[in-house]
């Protein structure tokens, strides 16, 4: 009896010690809550978990301990429903506000009869374990949405770089597949470049990484894909032991991001290309008047040893090669102001049917003989207020593309022709003012060009011929030279159909055009005084001496104070001005209104060599002004004079 009573009591003393040791130390937590979810017991190692010691729990009120109420509404329910749970996930709080993510085992108590007294059960801590698979989750993702940039390519493949996934892009590269299609082909299957295998074998081998950026690839068979340009990755995935399993490729197409570098390049050329152009053009115009002071001297002193020696002259043929190569250099120095666009614009009307037969007969020495020109001029007068010389070098200029766009030769087309601009053209075309236009159409059966080209010829700089042969402003100067004459120009060619370029000049109406006059004639002698001021000596004296030549009085003066001063002195007998534009102290502007307010019927010849914008003269030509360029040409200034000296002043 008793006995066997202590024995028992003692063996439950020991198993509940036992039972105890256990309670203590396992790492599950136990607990007991009365019906109405107060605790009554719970292991002492929830210390551990939640910051709380066992004494502190016991008697309070589970639903305290929940992070999220609806936990606690969900296990209930559970609970409820089940008698018994397992591994029910619920959050809890802990002491100092920390979440501790618990998996719970419970089952309902009840007592004798049957009436639920609440409920026991285990709580496990899975807290690392709900971070371990959150960040999983989160990798995860970030892989995903790193598999699907649109603009980069990623295929992920094993050892043997066969496909186990790739991404929509990638698959999008090889139209029409999709991912699906590649699981499982071998990469060097369908894209047998031996070269590259050699590069992937190297990172299964190594186990290192390789990048390659911007590597040209062009596809096998499908050279109408051209070259692309490629950034590459290579990436070795490996297992835990470190072993490569397979690779992660990585792809991105760089060809446009290459194409906008190498066209940034472009423009960084072009612009030091236009600032040298630039450089060279302000070089140009400033040379160009102190070297046309020295051709007038030059040509002037000529043409006087010419007028001397007579037909006859043993020597006249010297003079005739210096005044011919003066001329030469004469024109040099127009085509670099020409080029550096300081080019004083000298329009007068003029038949565009002579200009047109003068650049032709130029065209056949300069043009290879396998292009056959032909011209067509208009059946009548085509009278423009132009340049001549600027008209010239527009042909010239069309011209010499047509001959580049025709290697192989051809046929260079230049026609003149009469155009009434009404307001159908104007719509049709979208430029124009109605009027009465002369058409000069330049055009070739040469290579032609694509819309690309088309749209930028006439940007300066512009070109498609490699380094040396094109300097891309042939069509910049022709297109100036348009707008100069308040012209319009356009072009139409087609790759491999030939260029046609139509140029569209206002007919001048009013005018009639200058006869021409005999190239030998020396005109007409005279007996008036001339106030010549130029600041140039040796032009001054050059100047003076073919007037008296020509039986003129000169006055010299050699700065614009001292031609007031002269003036002042030989007022009554002076009857023409010859001033230099640009001189010391007073410009021939400035003499000039001077003198006018004085004298307002005084006639003036200005002399201009290269002249800035600000230098223009600014009094109304045509009431006894006229204007002489630098080089003077001595026949040029004489017939000038006479002109103005012939006119009656009103
Ligand atoms: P450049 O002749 O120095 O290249 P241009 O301004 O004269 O410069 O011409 C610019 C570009 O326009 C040329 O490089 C060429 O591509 C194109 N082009 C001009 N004229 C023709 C033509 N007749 N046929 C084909 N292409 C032409
Ligand atoms: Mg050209």
């Not at 192989?408 to 026609?415: N, P, R, T």
């Not at 004296?541 to 003036?567: C, K, N, P, R, W």
Request: proline share 4%; net charge negative; aromatic share 8%.
């Amino acid at each position: 009896g008793i006995v066997r009573q202590m024995v028992a009591q003692e063996a439950l003393q020991l198993s509940e010690s036992k039972y105890r040791k256990i309670f203590e130390n396992v790492q599950d937590v136990f607990f007991q809550t009365d019906v109405n979810g107060i605790f009554t017991d719970i292991s002492p190692s929830i210390l551990r978990y939640s910051g709380y010691r066992r004494e502190e729990l016991i008697g309070t009120p589970v639903v305290q301990y929940y992070w999220d109420p609806q936990d606690r509404t969900g296990f209930v329910t559970a609970l409820q429903q089940k008698k018994e749970i397992a591994d029910f996930e619920i959050r809890m709080k802990a002491r100092h506000g920390g979440l501790v993510h618990a998996s719970v085992n419970a089952h309902l108590l009840y007592d004798a009869a049957g009436i639920p007294t609440g409920v026991e059960g285990s709580i496990r801590d899975i807290t690392e374990r709900k971070h371990a698979e959150e960040a999983l989750r989160n990798t995860n993702e970030l892989l995903e949405r790193v598999f699907s940039v649109g603009h980069i390519q990623i295929a992920y493949m094993d050892r043997d770089f066969n496909f186990i996934r790739v991404n929509d892009a990638y698959a999008a590269s090889t139209e029409g597949r999709s991912p699906e299609y590649f699981i499982g082909k071998n990469h060097f299957a369908l894209y047998p470049y031996k070269e590259n295998e050699r590069i992937f074998r190297s990172v299964i081998e190594s186990g290192e990484p390789y990048h390659a950026y911007n590597r040209a690839f062009e596809y096998a068979g499908r050279p109408e894909r051209g070259i692309s340009y490629w950034d590459w990755t290579l990436l070795p995935v490996k297992a835990a032991d470190k072993s490569v399993q397979g690779l992660v490729m990585i792809l991105q197409d760089v060809t446009e991001r290459r194409r906008s570098a190498e066209e940034k390049e472009k423009l960084e050329h072009q612009l030091r290309q236009a600032q040298k152009m630039e450089a060279i053009g302000q070089l140009a115009g400033g040379i160009a008047h102190d070297f046309n002071n020295i051709l007038s001297t030059i040509i002037g002193y000529g043409s006087i040893l010419q007028m001397k020696m007579g037909k006859a002259d043993p020597l006249r043929v010297n003079a005739d090669y210096l005044i011919e190569a003066a001329n030469r250099a004469a024109h040099l120095t127009r085509s670099l102001l020409a080029f550096s666009r300081k080019q004083v614009m000298n329009p007068r009307p003029v038949d565009l049917n002579g200009i047109m037969t003068n650049v032709e007969q130029f065209l056949r020495r300069i043009i290879g003989e396998d292009i056959e020109i032909r011209t067509r001029t208009a059946g009548g007068e085509l009278i423009i207020n132009a340049d001549t010389g600027q008209i010239e070098q527009v042909l010239m200029n069309l011209a010499t593309n047509a001959r580049d766009a025709m290697p192989k030769g051809g046929v260079l087309g230049i026609e003149a022709g009469l155009l009434r601009m009404d307001e159908e053209f104007i719509k049709a075309h979208g430029y124009g003012e109605v009027g009465d236009y002369a058409v000069i159409s330049v055009s070739d059966s040469g290579m032609g060009m694509d819309g690309e080209t088309r749209k930028r010829i006439f940007e300066p700089f512009f070109t498609t011929k490699e380094l040396g042969r094109g300097t891309g402003l042939g069509l910049a100067i022709v297109y100036g030279i348009v707008q100069q004459h308040h012209g319009f120009i356009n072009v139409y060619s087609e790759p491999g159909s030939g260029t046609t370029f139509r140029i569209y000049l206002p007919i001048e109406h009013a005018a009639v055009p200058e006869a021409p006059v005999p190239e030998s004639a020396y005109p007409a002698r005279g007996n008036e005084t001339i106030l010549l001021a130029e600041d140039d000596e040796t032009l001054r004296t050059m100047t003076s001496t073919i007037l008296q030549e020509f039986g003129y009085t000169v006055i010299a003066a050699v700065d614009g104070d001292d031609a007031l001063l002269q003036f002042r002195e030989n007022e009554d007998r002076i009857q023409l001005l010859m001033l230099d534009m640009i001189m010391p102290k007073r410009t021939g502007n400035e003499v000039y209104e001077e003198i006018v307010r004085r004298r307002p019927d005084m006639k003036a010849i200005f002399i201009s060599g290269y002249t800035p914008e600000r230098m223009r003269i600014r009094t109304v030509a045509g009431q006894g002004i006229a204007e002489i360029q630098k080089p003077i040409l001595p026949k040029d200034l004489l017939r000038k004079i006479r002109e103005l000296l012939d006119t009656k002043s009103i």
